[in-house]
Protein backbone atom coordinates (compact mmCIF):
# COMPACT_ATOMS: atom_id res chain seq x y z
CA UNK A 1 0.00 0.00 0.00
CA UNK A 2 1.09 3.57 -0.27
CA UNK A 3 0.68 6.23 2.37
CA UNK A 4 -0.03 9.73 1.23
CA UNK A 5 -0.10 12.84 2.97
CA UNK A 6 -1.89 16.12 2.23
CA UNK A 7 -1.12 19.89 3.17
CA UNK A 8 -2.89 21.77 4.49
CA UNK A 9 -5.45 19.53 6.38
CA UNK A 10 -8.32 22.46 5.91
CA UNK A 11 -8.47 25.75 4.89
CA UNK A 12 -10.67 28.94 4.83
CA UNK A 13 -10.35 31.35 1.82
CA UNK A 14 -11.30 34.76 0.30
CA UNK A 15 -12.89 35.01 -2.85
CA UNK A 16 -10.42 35.28 -5.64
CA UNK A 17 -7.06 34.47 -3.98
CA UNK A 18 -5.71 30.62 -4.44
CA UNK A 19 -4.62 27.68 -3.01
CA UNK A 20 -1.93 25.51 -3.06
CA UNK A 21 -2.25 21.92 -1.65
CA UNK A 22 0.87 19.32 -1.37
CA UNK A 23 0.42 16.31 -1.80
CA UNK A 24 3.05 13.78 -0.93
CA UNK A 25 3.72 9.97 -1.03
CA UNK A 26 6.45 7.24 0.70
CA UNK A 27 7.07 5.84 -2.26
CA UNK A 28 7.87 6.19 -6.41
CA UNK A 29 4.63 6.42 -8.28
CA UNK A 30 3.91 6.96 -12.26
CA UNK A 31 0.39 8.26 -11.79
CA UNK A 32 -1.13 11.00 -9.52
CA UNK A 33 -4.93 11.97 -9.56
CA UNK A 34 -6.77 14.64 -8.07
CA UNK A 35 -10.46 14.99 -7.45
CA UNK A 36 -12.36 16.97 -6.26
CA UNK A 37 -15.50 16.36 -3.92
CA UNK A 38 -18.02 18.69 -3.07
CA UNK A 39 -20.76 18.38 -0.47
CA UNK A 40 -22.72 15.48 -0.32
CA UNK A 41 -21.33 14.12 -3.90
CA UNK A 42 -19.43 11.69 -4.73
CA UNK A 43 -15.75 12.00 -6.23
CA UNK A 44 -14.73 13.61 -9.49
CA UNK A 45 -11.51 13.22 -11.17
CA UNK A 46 -9.89 16.87 -12.13
CA UNK A 47 -6.63 15.51 -13.44
CA UNK A 48 -4.02 12.64 -13.71
CA UNK A 49 -0.62 14.15 -13.48
CA UNK A 50 2.40 11.72 -14.61
CA UNK A 51 5.64 13.15 -13.78
CA UNK A 52 7.71 14.89 -16.54
CA UNK A 53 4.40 15.70 -18.60
CA UNK A 54 2.07 18.15 -18.95
CA UNK A 55 -1.09 16.82 -16.81
CA UNK A 56 -3.98 15.46 -18.07
CA UNK A 57 -7.48 17.20 -17.44
CA UNK A 58 -10.88 15.99 -17.17
CA UNK A 59 -13.79 18.04 -19.45
CA UNK A 60 -14.67 20.80 -17.00
CA UNK A 61 -11.51 21.53 -15.32
CA UNK A 62 -8.79 23.79 -17.30
CA UNK A 63 -4.99 24.40 -16.35
CA UNK A 64 -6.06 28.44 -15.80
CA UNK A 65 -8.32 27.47 -12.66
CA UNK A 66 -6.45 23.95 -11.82
CA UNK A 67 -2.90 24.43 -12.41
CA UNK A 68 -0.61 21.29 -11.67
CA UNK A 69 3.06 20.21 -10.18
CA UNK A 70 4.96 16.94 -10.41
CA UNK A 71 8.15 17.63 -10.05
CA UNK A 72 8.94 14.23 -8.90
CA UNK A 73 7.71 10.84 -8.54
CA UNK A 74 6.60 11.04 -5.05
CA UNK A 75 4.98 15.01 -5.04
CA UNK A 76 2.70 16.89 -6.34
CA UNK A 77 0.99 20.57 -6.29
CA UNK A 78 -2.29 21.28 -7.36
CA UNK A 79 -3.53 25.05 -6.75
CA UNK A 80 -7.08 26.35 -6.93
CA UNK A 81 -6.51 29.33 -8.41
CA UNK A 82 -9.34 33.05 -8.24
CA UNK A 83 -11.46 30.79 -5.76
CA UNK A 84 -15.28 31.59 -5.45
CA UNK A 85 -17.54 29.31 -3.10
CA UNK A 86 -18.64 26.87 -5.49
CA UNK A 87 -14.92 25.83 -4.92
CA UNK A 88 -15.59 24.76 -1.72
CA UNK A 89 -14.33 20.85 -1.47
CA UNK A 90 -12.53 18.38 -0.28
CA UNK A 91 -9.63 18.01 -2.47
CA UNK A 92 -7.97 14.81 -2.33
CA UNK A 93 -4.53 13.16 -3.96
CA UNK A 94 -4.89 9.52 -5.28
CA UNK A 95 -2.00 7.08 -6.65
CA UNK A 96 -2.34 3.82 -8.14
CA UNK A 97 0.26 1.13 -7.35
CA UNK A 98 1.95 -0.22 -10.55
CA UNK A 99 3.88 -2.51 -12.33
CA UNK A 100 2.30 -5.66 -12.62
CA UNK A 101 0.44 -6.43 -9.55
CA UNK A 102 -3.29 -5.86 -8.57
CA UNK A 103 -3.26 -1.55 -9.67
CA UNK A 104 -4.76 -0.74 -6.64
CA UNK A 105 -6.03 3.03 -5.81
CA UNK A 106 -4.98 4.73 -2.62
CA UNK A 107 -6.37 8.19 -1.67
CA UNK A 108 -4.53 11.01 1.06
CA UNK A 109 -6.43 12.38 4.02
CA UNK A 110 -8.41 15.32 1.48
CA UNK A 111 -7.77 18.73 1.99
CA UNK A 112 -11.34 20.47 3.25
CA UNK A 113 -11.37 23.69 1.44
CA UNK A 114 -14.19 26.54 2.41
CA UNK A 115 -14.53 29.65 0.33
CA UNK A 116 -15.55 32.56 1.78
CA UNK B 1 -20.15 5.82 -20.74
CA UNK B 2 -19.82 3.91 -17.24
CA UNK B 3 -22.43 4.66 -14.37
CA UNK B 4 -22.20 3.51 -11.10
CA UNK B 5 -25.26 2.92 -8.66
CA UNK B 6 -25.34 2.36 -5.06
CA UNK B 7 -28.29 1.29 -3.47
CA UNK B 8 -29.60 1.97 -0.83
CA UNK B 9 -28.06 5.91 0.03
CA UNK B 10 -28.37 5.28 4.00
CA UNK B 11 -28.90 2.71 6.30
CA UNK B 12 -28.95 2.13 9.74
CA UNK B 13 -28.68 -1.03 11.26
CA UNK B 14 -28.32 -2.40 15.07
CA UNK B 15 -25.12 -3.39 16.28
CA UNK B 16 -24.34 -7.01 15.18
CA UNK B 17 -26.42 -7.46 12.68
CA UNK B 18 -25.13 -8.76 9.29
CA UNK B 19 -25.13 -6.49 6.35
CA UNK B 20 -25.03 -6.14 2.73
CA UNK B 21 -24.28 -3.10 0.22
CA UNK B 22 -25.00 -3.10 -2.94
CA UNK B 23 -22.74 -1.62 -5.93
CA UNK B 24 -24.26 -1.92 -10.03
CA UNK B 25 -22.62 -0.81 -12.67
CA UNK B 26 -24.01 -0.25 -16.24
CA UNK B 27 -21.04 -1.65 -18.66
CA UNK B 28 -19.48 -5.31 -17.64
CA UNK B 29 -16.19 -4.42 -19.55
CA UNK B 30 -14.48 -3.59 -15.96
CA UNK B 31 -10.50 -4.29 -14.95
CA UNK B 32 -11.23 -4.16 -11.33
CA UNK B 33 -13.94 -3.10 -8.90
CA UNK B 34 -12.93 -1.14 -5.50
CA UNK B 35 -14.54 -0.67 -1.86
CA UNK B 36 -14.05 1.98 -0.32
CA UNK B 37 -14.83 3.66 2.86
CA UNK B 38 -15.09 7.41 3.91
CA UNK B 39 -15.39 8.64 7.51
CA UNK B 40 -17.24 12.27 7.81
CA UNK B 41 -14.89 15.16 6.01
CA UNK B 42 -11.89 12.81 5.71
CA UNK B 43 -9.99 10.90 2.51
CA UNK B 44 -11.59 7.16 1.08
CA UNK B 45 -9.87 3.96 2.47
CA UNK B 46 -9.52 1.16 0.71
CA UNK B 47 -11.30 -1.91 2.08
CA UNK B 48 -11.14 -4.65 -0.92
CA UNK B 49 -10.04 -4.54 -4.50
CA UNK B 50 -11.49 -7.56 -7.33
CA UNK B 51 -10.19 -8.48 -10.48
CA UNK B 52 -12.33 -9.00 -12.94
CA UNK B 53 -11.49 -12.77 -13.55
CA UNK B 54 -12.39 -12.34 -9.74
CA UNK B 55 -15.57 -13.87 -7.40
CA UNK B 56 -15.00 -12.63 -4.07
CA UNK B 57 -12.33 -10.99 -1.70
CA UNK B 58 -12.23 -11.25 2.01
CA UNK B 59 -10.81 -9.62 4.53
CA UNK B 60 -11.74 -9.86 7.85
CA UNK B 61 -15.45 -9.33 8.84
CA UNK B 62 -15.74 -8.24 5.11
CA UNK B 63 -16.58 -9.76 2.02
CA UNK B 64 -16.56 -8.67 -1.19
CA UNK B 65 -18.42 -10.47 -4.63
CA UNK B 66 -18.48 -9.61 -8.12
CA UNK B 67 -20.98 -10.91 -10.63
CA UNK B 68 -19.67 -8.75 -13.74
CA UNK B 69 -21.65 -10.09 -16.27
CA UNK B 70 -24.53 -8.52 -14.08
CA UNK B 71 -22.80 -5.93 -13.33
CA UNK B 72 -23.19 -6.11 -10.10
CA UNK B 73 -21.14 -6.42 -6.36
CA UNK B 74 -22.08 -6.24 -2.90
CA UNK B 75 -20.54 -5.90 0.01
CA UNK B 76 -21.08 -7.85 3.33
CA UNK B 77 -20.38 -6.93 6.76
CA UNK B 78 -20.77 -9.96 9.27
CA UNK B 79 -21.33 -8.44 13.17
CA UNK B 80 -21.63 -5.00 12.57
CA UNK B 81 -20.25 -2.29 14.98
CA UNK B 82 -20.53 1.16 15.70
CA UNK B 83 -17.13 1.54 14.40
CA UNK B 84 -17.85 0.34 11.09
CA UNK B 85 -20.54 3.60 10.78
CA UNK B 86 -19.04 5.52 7.35
CA UNK B 87 -19.57 6.35 3.81
CA UNK B 88 -18.82 3.06 1.66
CA UNK B 89 -18.30 3.44 -1.89
CA UNK B 90 -17.41 1.69 -4.87
CA UNK B 91 -15.28 2.09 -8.08
CA UNK B 92 -15.43 0.64 -11.33
CA UNK B 93 -12.44 0.69 -13.69
CA UNK B 94 -12.97 -0.03 -17.39
CA UNK B 95 -9.51 -1.03 -18.67
CA UNK B 96 -6.05 -1.72 -17.80
CA UNK B 97 -3.52 1.33 -18.25
CA UNK B 98 -4.58 4.32 -17.36
CA UNK B 99 -8.74 4.64 -17.22
CA UNK B 100 -9.96 6.44 -14.38
CA UNK B 101 -12.16 5.06 -11.83
CA UNK B 102 -15.70 5.84 -11.59
CA UNK B 103 -17.45 6.03 -8.47
CA UNK B 104 -20.66 5.08 -7.01
CA UNK B 105 -23.01 7.44 -5.60
CA UNK B 106 -22.38 5.82 -1.98
CA UNK B 107 -24.11 4.32 0.95
CA UNK B 108 -23.97 5.92 4.23
CA UNK B 109 -24.11 3.70 6.83
CA UNK B 110 -25.44 4.30 10.66
CA UNK B 111 -24.96 1.02 12.97
CA UNK B 112 -26.70 1.74 16.09
CA UNK B 113 -25.05 1.08 19.57
Same mark, same amino acid.
Given at each position: ?????????????????????????????????????? !??? +?????????? /?????? #??? $???????????????????????? !??? +?????????? /?????? #??? $?????????? | ?????????????????????????????????????????????????????????????????????????????????????????????????????????????????
Amino acid at each position: SAVISQKPSRDICQRGTSLTIQCQVDSQVTMMFWYRQQ !PGQ +SLTLIATANQ /GSEATY #ESG $FVIDKFPISRPNLTFSTLTVSNMS !PED +SSIYLCSVRS /GGAGDN #EQF $FGPGTRLTVL | KQEVTQIPAALSVPEGENLVLNCSFTDSAIYNLQWFRQDPGKGLTSLLLIQSSQREQTSGRLNASLDKSSGRSTLYIAASQPGDSATYLCAVRRVFGNEKLTFGTGTRLTIIP
